[in-house]
């Protein structure tokens, strides 16, 4: 098949990239934008108590609410607020008012702080686009009006609250945009000039994977959004770049390492690209159907994010899959040898790759001592595990701590009640439909107030119960932060309270954001045991199918399984001693780590299946399988890391915590895992890691029909020689680089 799909490529170049140019522009001119939300709760499915609480809110209370922003006033010295200031926030705050601002419904004045120094205004908006990018809107000509009203006063004002978090968040997905952008398509640029010494080579995966790729799968994600109904989120922007320029990247290498190892063993341009794309065409898609295959894993979340992130991300490495194995080839069959890797010489001249050489040979004849330091690293990494703890709060860790609304959260909760910035709502509400009676509110107020975590309450018997006076409301505040883990802690013993203590017909549910981080807490625990199992399971399958073996898919899982520990391990080291790991970092780093891991695994041992064809011994085999695709995993490992590692500059911490994450699990999975573990460990089982098949032999047929390679015919004959009919087997090939 895929010898089919490079003839037909190389022979038709223009068609080719017309046909792509077409599609391209069909899709992008016909998608619709793509939403972000920044509602934590819309992440949650509807059984959860935190979303029932806020339906039952809505229907029972739909006149009272959780403010979407919140305005705080302070004076700009830092002193006591004066009668005079407290005239001017009044006049401020019934201005925002009538200032008849799109989304706010109303602005109705909040409380002052216990030590005088600050007072709030509540601001009201539509609840229908809690979320969205009318609100953040909304937040902005807040943040304009005010500080207008304020003109010639001695008061600070500040905008905060949800809206504006989605406001600063967006900001700063921008900047995240920008600096992952910049950063990686200098790392690519810089990296493939050192390795290829030609600028067009250098430029030309950049222009391919910024130009059609990338805007071709945001394109199809838009559609996949609507039509599936998924949340977006902003954050997600940033990742998509570094994701297909890192990934494309690595396929545009391992085609054009074995491109240019083809035209040094002789073979005319055109046929050098269709044997390329036969050898590493199956490898390559073997290699993305793990990656979309884990990410597609995705969809069994239970939160909405995450059920956006792995759709977005399989459709991502599907279309710069389908790039790698025609528009690349296209592109460069049109252009000749010489012209193409100018003004660098060495490409016609075989390298000796004298240090992988010895890598290869440490490998093959100490393979037992390399598997035990190779491992030993790897566990030791993830005793750091034990220190694991989450945080919840995913807007702020979307945001920089120097964002007006991070700085509006920061003094509210030092200035008030830690939970006040957050209160939380008790719900009581009949079960057979009749109105409340005969139940003493004050004393079931003073049950919950006594609950653990709690530091006040309130009940209004005017405004406390609805209309059909079938359900009350009680307002709590919690003595932490509203997405700490005492604030989530604190919520649980509240809904114990509160269903111990509700009357005889009637049942309770406990809404506000930390009974959303609560729920999420618990969804997330619900995907830990089946979004990991299910990747693993199907990831399994592959490599069983691939290497026609039931021993090697076990030990291979188990390796990239080790990898993921390491990396959770000195992540927590590293980011996890304070507020602890964004909440859903695990899961992300396990599908990055386990697919990019099986990567670089099915790269290496099928190389290493390749020099056992050849008639080496399984020591011998590893060792030549470490000399030969060790450069090519080497620098797709590098770029890879270091295009992640972009994400650290963002500014933003769930972007700086996923950059180092995946960064440095690609390196554990690239230089410790493919490179020492893995090949290692096949050499001491030997024969064995192959059964039930011989797959290491050189008379088992190939998966897809080919024959086997000989001495004569292999990747070891002298330059123009006869590999071409190997070529042409379709093989499955590592990454097979010999130069």
């Known amino acids: 098949m895929f010898h089919r799909i490079g003839r037909t490529v190389v022979r038709h170049p223009i068609w080719t990239i017309v046909a792509w140019l077409i599609a391209a522009v069909a899709i992008i001119a016909t998608a619709p934008s793509l939403p972000s939300n920044s509602d934590e709760s819309s992440f ?39 009668a005079a200031d407290k005239a001017d926030i009044t006049r401020i705050t019934d201005g925002l008012g009538h200032r008849k601002i799109d989304q706010v419904q109303k602005v109705i004045a909040g409380t002052p702080s216990k030590d005088g120094k600050y007072q709030t205004a ?91 790729v990338f805007t071709t799968s945001n394109a199809l994600i838009a559609d996949a959004t609507k039509l599936f109904g998924l949340q977006a989120n902003s954050s997600i922007s940033a990742l998509l770049i570094v994701v297909v320029l890192g990934v494309g990247t690595d396929y545009f290498l391992f085609l054009m390492f074995r491109y240019r190892e083809r035209l040094r063993a002789g073979d005319e341009p055109k046929q050098a690209m269709v044997n390329s794309v036969t050898r590493v065409g199956e490898a390559i898609a073997s290699a993305a159907g793990a990656v979309i295959i884990s990410f597609l894993a995705l969809a069994l979340s239970t939160l909405g994010f995450l059920t956006q992130l792995g759709p977005a991300l399989a459709i991502l490495v599907a279309v710069t899959l389908i790039a790698g194995l025609t528009l690349f080839p296209a592109v460069c069959s049109l252009i000749p040898p010489r012209v193409l890797f100018w003004p660098g010489k060495k490409w016609r001249q075989e390298p000796s790759d004298a240090r992988f050489a010895a890598i290869g040979r440490l490998v093959g004849r100490k393979s037992g001592l390399v ?10 990494l993830a005793l750091g595990t034990l220190g694991y703890k989450a945080n919840y709060d995913l807007a702020s860790g979307s945001i920089p701590k120097t964002k007006e609304s991070m700085v509006v959260q920061d003094t509210m909760q030092k200035a008030y ?3 006040a910035a957050d209160p939380t709502s008790v719900f009581l509400t009949s079960t057979d439909g009749k109105p409340l009676a005969g139940i003493d509110f004050n004393a079931y107020l ?34 932490y932060s509203g997405a700490s883990d005492q604030a989530i802690s604190a919520v649980g013993n509240v809904r114990s309270v509160a269903s111990d203590n509700a009357p005889p017909g009637t049942e309770s549910v406990v809404g506000g954001t930390s009974s959303i981080y609560r729920d999420i807490n618990a969804a997330v625990n619900h995907d830990y045991r089946t979004v990991f199992p299910v990747a693993a399971i199907l990831i399994m399958i592959i490599l069983g199918l691939l290497l026609r073996s039931v021993v090697a898919p076990w030990y291979l899982i188990a390796s990239v399984a080790l990898g993921f520990g390491a990396t959770l391990g000195a992540t927590v080291l590293i980011f996890g001693r304070g507020d602890g790991l964004i909440f859903m970092l695990p899961i992300i780093m396990y599908l990055f780590v386990v697919a990019i891991g099986t990567d670089y695994n099915i790269l290496m041992i099928a190389r290493l299946r390749e020099e056992a064809r050849e008639g080496r011994e399984p020591r011998e085999a590893a060792a030549e399988a470490l000399r030969h695709a060790g450069p090519t995993i080497g620098a797709a490992g590098f770029i890879l890391a270091a295009t992640f590692a972009t994400l650290m500059l963002s500014g933003n911490t769930f972007l700086t915590e996923m950059g180092f994450a995946i960064a440095f699990g690609i390196v554990i999975a690239a230089f410790v895992m493919a490179m020492f573990f893995t090949p290692s460990l096949t050499a001491l089982i030997g024969h064995a890691a192959w059964w039930p098949g011989h ?8 998966p897809s029909g080919g024959t086997a390679l000989t001495p004569a015919s292999g990747a070891g004959a ?4 006869g590999g071409r009919e190997a070529e042409e087997a379709g093989e499955l090939d590592g990454s097979g680089q010999r130069g």
């Open 44 to 82: 949650l499915p509807s059984s959860y108590q935190s979303i029932k609480a806020m339906d039952l809110q809505e229907k029972a209370f739909p006149s009272s609410f959780t403010p979407s922003a919140i305005v705080l006033y302070q004076r700009t010295d830092g002193a006591p607020l004066t």
């Open 122 to 212: 509540l601001v009201q908006m539509n609840k229908d686009t809690a979320g969205q990018p009318a609100q953040q809107d909304a937040a902005k000509a807040l943040r304009t009006d005010s500080a207008d009203l304020a003109t010639g006063t001695d008061l600070k004002v500040q905008v905060g609250g949800q809206a504006a978090q989605g406001l600063d968040q967006q900001d700063a997905g921008n900047t995240s945009d920008a600096v992952a952008l910049i950063g990686s398509l200098l790392i690519i640029i810089i990296t493939l000039l050192i390795i290829f010494r030609s600028p067009i080579v250098a430029v030309m995966p950049l222009i391919v994977l910024t130009g059609l």
């Open 371 to 380: 598997v035990i330091v190779s491992g030993l690293v790897m566990v030791l």
């Open 417 to 419: 009640s830690a939970g």
């Open 446 to 479: 003073s049950e919950l107030r006594a609950a653990d975590g709690v530091a006040d309450g309130s009940f209004d018997q005017r405004t406390g119960l609805n209309k059909d006076r079938t359900t009350a409301l009680f307002s709590l505040t919690l003595k």
């Open 695 to 702: 797959a290491d032999r050189g008379g088992e047929p190939f």
């Open 718 to 721: 002298a330059p123009g020689g």
